[in-house]
């Protein structure tokens, strides 16, 4: 059959189909197919066909099989179809196109209708406000399956492809396709606020939302209010929203996510999902993948008292740290092919402006097991990349994997708290802190993990604290500061310090190791700042116990470095490191001392001189010298027991009072032929 150009002054453009009347004990039953549908209108609804009445006592039932309902108009709700009053509509293999209202473009379902949408195309169908494809409202339930399409349908406030509202439910599965809508705030789909009372539910299985966008607000592929919401095998691909949540954004809504992948999404602020206003994220079995967003994170914006939790399906652990042994088996792996294979949630290549490429957090409660997170970038390396922390956040993180981001793995702010084991952090480049950085206010405490060939372009290579720090049974191998503190970089202020029964492998202060120019504790550097003044007691709050160091590298402190200041009355102590060991003689500086603290000026002592030119004779050649602390250890940058110093003409040295001056470089200081009596002794503060 063909309805086409009818218009009616009420509801119903083409079809009017109410319920039986009040005598009859039988539902209505409508069965309609092979029909067109097209260019109807209403004044007020159902512009191509209006279902149920006001007057029913009993139950409509339509099923509607391949029909073509387009370029319908209704001046209030539903441009295609209205189905009312515990209505039943089934529609099946059919399209509805390009119809138009004021909300519920294509399809509006009001007051407890039920309605299912298998392998149908909603397309190009428009609401001047709610509702651009299809609008739920008034405890009315959709269903959308069997490969439907919900595409290219636009709205002026919410909802450019689907609308739920008051106690709804929606459920979208098997391969259904939610595409290129557009709305003010939740570009594919959106649900309207609601109430602690009248809360809406989600359910997502085995479909995709892609390309959608919210063009003002918050969004792109969903918005999300007061609803309990259930994604299961979902992609949520290249959606973008103006202001906040490219992909997802939830306020007062508990969201499940099982088996997911969030790609290629962008926002002002949480370029993948943003969680706030006291919400609940669990993910796990999940990719959150190159989103970006300018401000707060690429990744997952979550804040205003809401909350994560990422873990397993069984609430297992997921490839827990064993060991340096077992990190270098790892590396070994090809994890090209599936690295996020055994990880609850795996987050990579997100990037924000500013803030955090991944994460950002600002409330308390979030638990984060068997994270994989790597290649995640901010604007420059003075950005977080992996999780941000602030306003009093609290985070959990166990048993997780954090590999080759740009900027700090993780910044704690303004009182925030992070409790972390088991977790490995490689390869990060940032300003300071490459894998942590603590302010003042804020609390780490660190245990059974590994810090790995990380790099400060400042100071601490893995850790930059002034807030409290609890580090117990960690290993730093491999880390880098270009300035002081190989590992680790602590200022010494009024909070609490704890290292104990950690190991420093091959770590570096300095900017070049080929060429030791600058650069103070290898391991680590402690940093008395004049605001300690002479409180010894925040000294007395700093325990470093069971240490072992090996192999590290410094100009000053192959070990550690300690800063004093000199105009202090009463110059602080460094305090005492317990029950500490050096593995062999392989910790190395140029200067200072090797393997304890640089604090002292430096001496350069001319052994005697080993042929028959006196010391007071202009020389031209080498001369052997041992560099050494003002204990008499020997620092010298291969430790051995000596190093050449070359008298040569030069204008890099001055002269003062018949004295030589010069930095020294790599252990070797470089001469000009000056006259030397008395066996030319130098000393100087350390770098001279």
């Not at 391949?66 to 039943?88: F, P, T």
């Not at 959608?212 to 918005?223: D, P, Q, V």
């Not at 910790?587 to 001319?606: D, K, P, R, S």
């Given at each position: 059959m063909n309805f086409t150009g009818n218009t009616a002054n009420g509801t119903g453009g083409a079809i009017y189909f109410m319920g039986p009347s009040p005598e009859m004990e039988e539902d209505a039953r409508l069965r309609l197919a092979h029909s067109i549908l097209q260019r109807n209108s209403a004044d007020r609804h159902g512009g191509g066909a209006a279902l149920s009445d006001d007057k029913s006592s009993g139950l409509v039932y339509a099923e509607l099989n391949?029909?073509?309902?387009?370029?319908?108009?209704?001046?209030?709700?539903?441009?295609?179809?209205?189905?009312?009053?515990?209505?039943?509509v089934d529609i099946f293999e059919s399209v509805l196109q390009h119809n138009a209202a004021q909300s519920g473009g294509g399809l509006y379902l009001d007051i407890m209708t039920k309605a299912a949408i298998f392998g149908t195309l909603v397309e190009g169908n428009s609401a001047s406000l709610y509702g651009g494809g299809i609008f739920v409202?008034?405890?009315?339930?959709?269903?959308?399956?069997?490969?439907?399409?919900?595409?290219?349908?636009?709205?002026?406030?919410?909802?450019?492809?689907?609308?739920?509202?008051?106690?709804?439910?929606?459920?979208?599965?098997?391969?259904?396709?939610?595409?290129?809508?557009?709305?003010?705030?939740?570009?594919?789909?959106?649900?309207?606020?609601?109430?602690e009372s009248t809360v809406n539910?989600?359910?997502?299985?085995?479909?995709?939302?892609?390309?959608?966008?919210?063009?003002?607000?918050?969004?792109?592929?969903?918005?999300?209010?007061?609803?309990?919401?259930?994604?299961?095998?979902?992609?949520?691909?290249?959606?973008?929203?103006a202001y906040i949540g490219g992909a997802v954004a939830s306020i007062h809504s508990v969201i499940r996510a099982s088996g997911c992948l969030v790609q290629g999404n962008y926002a002002f602020a949480g370029g993948g999902i943003a969680v706030w206003f006291e919400g609940f994220l669990e993910m796990n079995a999940s990719r959150i993948l190159n989103n970006t967003a300018k401000d707060g994170a690429g990744g997952l914006l979550i804040y205003n008292g809401s909350k994560t939790l990422f873990q397993l399906p069984d609430?297992?652990?997921?490839?827990?740290?064993?060991?340096?042994?077992?990190?270098?088996?790892?590396?070994?792996?090809?994890?090209?092919?599936?690295?996020?294979?055994?990880?609850?949630?795996?987050?990579?290549?997100?990037?924000?402006?500013?803030?955090?490429?991944?994460?950002?957090?600002?409330?308390?409660?979030?638990?984060?097991?068997?994270?994989?997170?790597?290649?995640?970038?901010?604007?420059?390396?003075?950005?977080?990349?992996?999780?941000?922390?602030e306003d009093g956040a609290q985070v959990e993180v166990r048993g997780s994997r954090f590999m080759e981001n740009v900027g700090s793995a993780f910044d704690l702010m303004e009182g925030s708290a992070l409790t972390m084991s088991d977790t490995v952090i490689a390869n990060h480049v940032a300003h300071s802190g490459a894998a942590l950085r603590v302010d003042k206010s804020s609390t780490a405490a660190v245990s059974n993990s590994l810090f790995r060939n990380s790099e400060a372009l400042m100071d601490g290579g893995a850790v930059h604290a002034a807030g409290n720090l609890s580090l117990v049974g960690t290993q730093f191998v491999g880390n880098r500061a270009r300035r002081n503190g190989g590992a680790l970089f602590l200022e010494l202020r009024q909070q609490t310090t704890e290292v104990s029964g950690c190991t420093f492998e091959r770590n570096a202060a300095t900017a070049d190791p080929s060429e030791l120019i600058s650069g103070n504790g290898g391991v680590m550097f402690l940093d008395a700042p004049m605001a300690v003044g002479n409180d010894s007691a925040a000294m007395g709050r700093t325990h470093l116990n069971g240490l072992s160091?090996?192999?590290?590298?410094?100009?000053?402190?192959?070990?550690?470095?300690?800063?004093?200041?000199?105009?202090?009355?009463?110059?602080?102590?460094?305090?005492?490191?317990?029950?500490?060991?050096?593995?062999?003689?392989?910790?190395?500086?140029?200067?200072?001392?090797?393997?304890?603290?640089?604090?002292?000026?430096?001496?350069?002592?001319?052994?005697?001189?080993?042929?028959?030119?006196?010391?007071?004779?202009?020389?031209?050649?080498?001369?052997?010298?041992?560099?050494?602390?003002?204990?008499?250890?020997?620092?010298?940058?291969?430790?051995?027991?000596?190093?050449?110093?070359?008298?040569?003409?030069s204008e890099e040295c001055t002269i003062q009072e018949g004295i030589t001056v010069i930095q020294a470089v790599k252990g070797v200081a470089v001469f000009s032929g000056n006259t030397s009596t008395g066996g030319l002794i130098l000393k100087g503060n350390p770098g001279t």
């Open positions: 391949s029909n073509l309902i387009k370029d319908n108009r209704a001046d209030a709700y539903g441009g295609g179809i209205m189905a009312s009053l515990r209505a039943r409202n008034n405890e009315a339930a959709l269903e959308v399956a069997m490969d439907s399409k919900v595409a290219e349908n636009s709205c002026g406030m919410m909802g450019g492809g689907i609308l739920g509202s008051r106690e709804t439910s929606i459920c979208i599965t098997n391969g259904t396709l939610v595409e290129s809508n557009k709305a003010r705030e939740g570009g594919g789909l959106a649900f309207l606020s609601g109430s539910t989600l359910l997502v299985k085995g479909s995709t939302f892609s390309r959608n966008m919210a063009e003002l607000y918050a969004g792109g592929g969903m918005s999300i209010d007061f609803t309990s919401v259930e994604l299961v095998n979902v992609s949520l691909l290249e959606n973008s929203a609430g297992g652990e997921a490839n827990n740290f064993t060991g340096i042994t077992w990190w270098d088996t790892l590396l070994e792996e090809d994890l090209a092919d599936d690295w996020c294979e055994g990880y609850s949630v795996c987050i990579e290549g997100n990037q924000a402006s500013h803030g955090a490429g991944a994460i950002f957090h600002s409330s308390v409660g979030n638990v984060l097991h068997g994270i994989a997170v790597t290649g995640n970038v901010g604007s420059d390396s003075s950005k977080t990349a992996v999780m941000h922390l160091f090996e192999g590290n590298l410094a100009v000053k402190g192959g070990a550690v470095g300690f800063w004093q200041p000199q105009s202090l009355e009463a110059t602080p102590q460094p305090p005492p490191c317990v029950d500490c060991k050096t593995i062999g003689d392989s910790n190395v500086a140029a200067y200072g001392t090797a393997e304890g603290w640089a604090t002292q000026a430096v001496h350069l002592e001319v052994d005697p001189v080993q042929d028959e030119e006196a010391s007071s004779v202009r020389v031209q050649h080498a001369i052997a010298v041992r560099i050494t602390d003002a204990s008499g250890a020997t620092v010298t940058v291969d430790n051995t027991s000596m190093v050449q110093i070359h008298f040569k003409n």
